[in-house]
Every structure is written in C-alpha cells, then in structure tokens.
C-alpha cells in the first residue's frame, strides 16, 4: 500500500471560512473518506477535524491497523483540519483515526464523524463508501410539496425498524431495509397513512437505546444492510406515495470512546463543563451549540438526509432539554445564560438556524419538534421571533387524553375539561397529535392495556380514542402495534404481534383505522384547517355528567359533526345542535359490527330539526354508543329524496 499524499484537497478558502464561521452546511462533501482519482489513480481522501491533536495518521484493514504508518496532514490555516489522499484505497475499506493529542499524552483510536457507513455493532470501524444510487421517485418528488403541506392530510405511521417484523425461522433475525421494502411500503398504503417515521436510524452502538444515543450522524446503522439499500427502501416507499421522516438527534451524544466525546483530547463537540455539558439523565454529552463547527457538523447531519437520502421531514428529538439550561437540574447544577437566565441562547440560536437553512434548501419538506413545555412561537418564522419549525408535538394533548382514558368511565365526569381544554390551545402551534413509542414502553402498557373495563370496553374504548385523535384538530401520528390494538407492551427486541389479527377485535381495530385515514384524507374539513380555528367549532362541550363532547369540523362548503360518548351507557334521543339544517349522513360509527361493536347507531343518518337547541338553529336527535365515536357529513341535499 502507497503512502499518504498530502497535497490533495477538497477545501477550498472559501469552504474553511464559511466551516470557521459555522455557516458551512454541506461538509459531508468536504470531511469524511472519498472515493476520488488523482494523477489517473484511483483512492480515498481522507479529512478530518481534529485542532488539538500532535498527529492524526488513517489505520484500517489496509495496513494491518498500524497507528504511524499513515499520517494525514494539518492544513496551515489554522481550521483544525487534518487531510491526505490514499492511492489505492477502495470502496469497503475499514478505518479509523489514530489521535495523538497535544495534551497530557493522550491517544485514541476514533470512528469517522463523517462516514456514510460504519461496522455494524458492536464493531465499531468506519467504512469507506460510495453514496451514488439510481432513484426512481421522481413522482414523488415533484408532487410532494402538497403531499407534506400544512393543508394536507398528514397520518404518521412511526416505526422501529428492528422491531416491526421478524424472521423467527431464522433465530428471531432482524429484517433487512431491503426485505422491509418489500413489505412495509404495502402495509402503510393499505391502511391509509400517509407518511412513516422511522425511530433514529443513524448509527448507535447500544441497540437498546433505539436509535437515541449516535455516534454516526451520516451513516444509517449497518445492522439492517448499507446506505444504498436503505435508499431503496425510502425509494419504494415515495414509489407508493407514502412520505419519509426520520427521527435526528442533536441534543446529546454517547460516552462511546469510538464516537465523538473527547474527540481530540479535549472537549471539541462537547461543552467541557458537565453542568452545561453532560445529561444526568441519559448519562451521555450535550453538544456545545455556541462552537461554530460544531453547528456546522449538526446542520449539515440534518441536511444531508434531505439531499442524499430524499427524505421528507425530521423530527428533532428532545428540543426542550436544549431549549432550558436548567433542564432536569437542581439548584446549583447549571449555569445561567449572560443574562442570568436559563435560556440557552446557543442553542436557540442553533435551532432557528438549523430551520431557515433547512426549509431554504427544501421548501417542500418540515422539521418537527417534540418539544413537551410551553416556550412560544416554536412553529413561528424566525423573522417574527420563532424557533422556526413546521410543526410540533401536542404533548399535552396526549397525556390528558391517555390519563383521562385510562379512567373508569364512571369517574371520567369529573376530568371533563381534561378533554375540552385542548381546543383552548389547539391552534397556539401547529400541532401533530402523537400516541408514540413513548407511551407504550417503560411499565407503561400497550395503548389496549391502558383502556378500562373488560375485553369487549378495552377495544370499545381504544376505538374511541382513535375515533377522537383522528377528528380533532392536528396532524396524527401513530406508533406501530397499536392500530390493530397489541396486548403487550412493545418490546424493541421482538416483533410486533402480528398474529392478533386473526381475532375479530384486533382485525376490528385495525379496520377502524383505516377507514379513519380515509376519512381524514378524502375530507377536507378533517385536514386543510388542522392548524386554523375557521376549521373547528363546538356543538357541546358542557355536558359533563354524561361524558359527550360534541364538535364541527369545517372547510368553508363542507361539514362534518363529530360526537363522542366517554361512558358505556348508549344514549338515546341525545340533542346536538347544528348550524345547517337537511340530513346528516352517519359516515362512521366506531360501534359497527364491523370494527367489533355492537351494531348502535342512528340507521345512516339523522335529519335536522327546524328548533334552536345549544345555541344553534337546528338540531339532531341522535343515538349515541357506548364507548363510540360517531361521525355525521351534512348533505347539501336530502339524498333520500333523490
């Protein structure tokens, strides 16, 4: 094997400024390892940064892993840049960098921060790689600037990839991206979502941390297959119309000596004061966002999925943990910002740069934030004050929901506003409704398991609570297993349960789901104002002691009346108040025969009425299920007369 060539470069001036500035966002071209020819032979260049190491040399399978043998070079402007070409190199190559330090003696042997593929755990070597591949999406991604809008229908089916399906013939294997290709993008067509998210697919050495602690924040993980066939499977799924987020994470990283803490001997990506640098409760490290490389290396982690991989929208992961300085701290555990107060302002700072670059490359795509307290204007433009994100996670939507759920339907009267006061909130933000990977592991129990009663009230109630979700203002997300309704809690090392479809009520279940999202994507009054109150108004929100809430969505021509009846005990000659009078067509009812209930309902429909009731001109006499969420579309002629 040749030795280094030092006078090969990918950088120009111009690139160190903007990477010195923390305004470089496409350095996934510039660092890492690249296939390139040079003088008509073909190598990998390697760059790295590195400002406080003596010496940075390239081992790897190619010189017997030797630490001095292939030394990279220090660029001369004082960028911390190490780089140098390696004649020969080829593709499938496996590296590392050796680290001398400048302080304390101090050596490492470190994976790429940049390589597009890594061992597959719990090896943990980069990977020399080529990113080309042949899309076929080109539909896709004419059309999905509507598909990913704000008015548009928006069901997230969110998905761990590791445990959505599993080969138990074959030791309990995972499936791979390019078997998932075959089997996913079919399912989520079928069942009308219209978008997947993925759990952090981004390289992690602990699998049971899914996905949340990286250490490669360009590569996805190698356990299921490498980058190409990963493309593949986000191929295959825009080839069925169905959108791509993934789960990013720039709030904390792992301890993992191979990874990015005291990368060079000193604390380069990391603040180096745990009261501002380490997490007490994930027990990794918190990126020091006022660096401007390091700003530099998360924005283009995130962009880099947009222009490599085609993806449709991130959710940034844990937002408020880099929003607050005192986050999950005690008293004397953190340090204020330079006004004295527990803003971070780097972080805020990270964050709304982060979403201008992003929507300014990709105007068709979001960013989503889970963000779980009340700091304003997070889906506001920057330019008005905002963090800048498309949409955010309605976190108090779901834990009011899912408490007030898990309540005997005997005591739920006294939580009612539990489920009214939502819609004080509702358009504050534009909010996705989430029922999550979060709320289904921990001791917390499947969503079937959190439900009261007995079986026949369990899969009555679940339904119930889809029927609600799917009908309240806000785009919907989903975690996998509970659309057919599993038992257990989830288990990342286990696939899902499949075989509970086979019983009526699990098939029920899923059946329900997927008439609601399409019912929520063929109607516009159930998507295009998910984030503007002209689409939403109450028919009833008082009537507490019988547990019904009653409400219109509305586009402007169409409306659609939702109630929903909180308790087992049908209710016969129930009052509603509509605005319109003329029939009102019963388009779905959770307790059909079909979906597992008992068959209630109001005979397909129910005419208005000419006598003032609640306030509005008409009304409805209705009966309402027990357990059931019944759904009304005003006709604008009697179609039992045509």
């Given amino acids: 094997m040749e030795g280094v060539t030092q006078d090969v470069s990918l950088w120009s001036d111009y690139d160190i400024y903007l990477f010195k500035q923390g305004s470089h966002f496409r350095l996934y071209e510039k660092m890492g390892s690249h296939?390139?020819?040079v003088d008509g032979k073909r190598g990998t260049y390697f760059s790295v940064w590195a400002p406080n190491a003596r010496a940075v040399s390239v081992m790897g399978d190619f010189n017997g892993w030797a630490k001095c043998s292939h030394y990279l070079k220090a660029r001369d402007d004082g960028s911390g840049v190490w780089e140098g070409f390696i004649p020969g190199l080829p593709e499938g190559v496996r590296y590392k960098y050796h680290i001398l330090s400048m302080y304390n003696g101090y050596e490492v042997d470190k994976g790429d921060p940049y390589a597009f593929l890594c061992e597959t755990p719990p090896k943990t070597a980069s990977v020399v790689y080529d990113l080309s591949y042949s899309w076929k999406d080109e539909a896709w991604m004419k059309e999905r600037a509507s598909r990913n809008s704000l008015k548009s229908p928006i069901s997230i089916y969110e998905v761990h990839l590791g445990s959505w399906r599993r080969v138990p013939e074959e030791g309990n294997r995972f499936l791979t991206y390019r078997e998932m290709a075959n089997y996913l993008p079919k399912y989520v067509k079928e069942m009308g979502f219209t978008h997947v998210e993925f759990l952090p697919v981004m390289e992690h050495p602990f699998y049971g941390s899914w996905g949340y602690q990286i250490t490669g924040y360009f590569a996805p993980t190698s356990r299921y297959g490498n980058p190409a066939d990963f493309m593949y499977l986000i191929d295959r799924l825009h080839q069925e119309g169905i959108g791509v987020i993934l789960d990013w994470v720039p709030s904390h990283f792992p301890g993992d000596e191979q990874g990015l803490v005291y990368f060079d001997g000193t604390h380069l990506y990391e603040h180096a004061d745990p009261r501002k640098g380490f997490h007490p409760d994930w027990?990794?490290?918190i990126f020091n966002y006022g660096r401007h490389e390091v700003r530099s290396f998360l924005i283009s982690s995130a962009r880099f999925w947009f222009d490599k991989y085609h993806i449709d929208?991130?959710?940034?992961?844990?937002?408020?943990?880099?929003?607050y300085l005192d986050y999950s701290r005690?008293?004397?555990?953190?340090i204020p910002n330079e006004y004295g107060g527990k803003e971070n302002l780097e972080a805020i700072y990270f964050i709304k740069r982060l979403n201008e670059v992003i929507y300014g490359d990709f105007p068709d795509v979001q960013t989503i934030a889970e963000e779980s307290t009340a700091w304003p204007m997070v889906t506001r433009p920057t330019y008005i004050g905002g963090l800048g994100f498309g949409m955010k996670w309605n976190m108090g939507w779901m834990h009011d929901t899912l408490h007030y759920m898990s309540l005997d339907p005997i005591y739920r009267k006294y939580h009612h506003n539990q489920l009214t006061f939502s819609i004080w909130y509702a358009f504050n933000e534009n909010f996705m409704l989430p029922l999550s990977h979060d709320e289904v592991v921990h001791g917390k129990g499947s969503l079937l398991s959190k439900m009261p009663g007995d079986d026949w009230q369990r899969f009555a109630n679940l339904r119930l609570l889809f029927g609600?979700?799917?009908?309240?203002?806000?785009?919907?997300?989903l975690f996998m297993g509970e659309e057919f309704g599993q038992w257990s809690e989830w288990n990342h090392d286990a696939s899902l349960d499949w075989h509970l479809l086979q019983h009526p009520f699990h098939e029920g279940v899923s059946r329900w789901v997927r008439d609601l999202n399409g019912l929520y994507s063929s109607e516009r009054a159930l998507h295009e104002y998910d984030h503007d109150p002209r689409g939403f108004e109450w028919s009833d929100f008082s009537d507490w002691e019988q547990?019904?809430?009653a409400y219109l969505r509305?586009?402007?021509?169409?409306?659609l009346l939702i109630v929903c009846n909180f308790t087992p005990v049908p209710r016969f000659d129930y009052?509603?108040?509509?605005p319109r009078e003329g029939f009102w067509k019963e388009v779905l009812n959770s307790d059909a025969v079909e979906y597992g209930g008992s068959g209630l309902g109001n005979m397909g429909g129910s005419s208005s009425i000419n006598a003032p009731f609640h306030n509005w001109p008409h009304h409805l006499s209705l009966t309402l299920p027990p357990l059931g969420t019944v759904i009304f579309k005003h006709e604008k002629t009697d179609s039992r007369k045509v």
């Fill in 554 to 559: 509305k586009d402007g021509d169409d409306v």
């Fill in 313 to 323: 929208g991130i959710r940034v992961d844990a937002v408020a943990s880099m929003l």
């Fill in 330 to 334: 005690k008293e004397g555990e953190w």
């Fill in 547 to 549: 547990s019904v809430i």
């Fill in 283 to 285: 027990k990794s490290y």
């Fill in 575 to 578: 009052k509603v108040g509509v």
């Fill in 35 to 37: 296939l390139m020819d």
């Fill in 468 to 477: 609600y979700m799917f009908t309240h203002p806000g785009k919907k997300l």
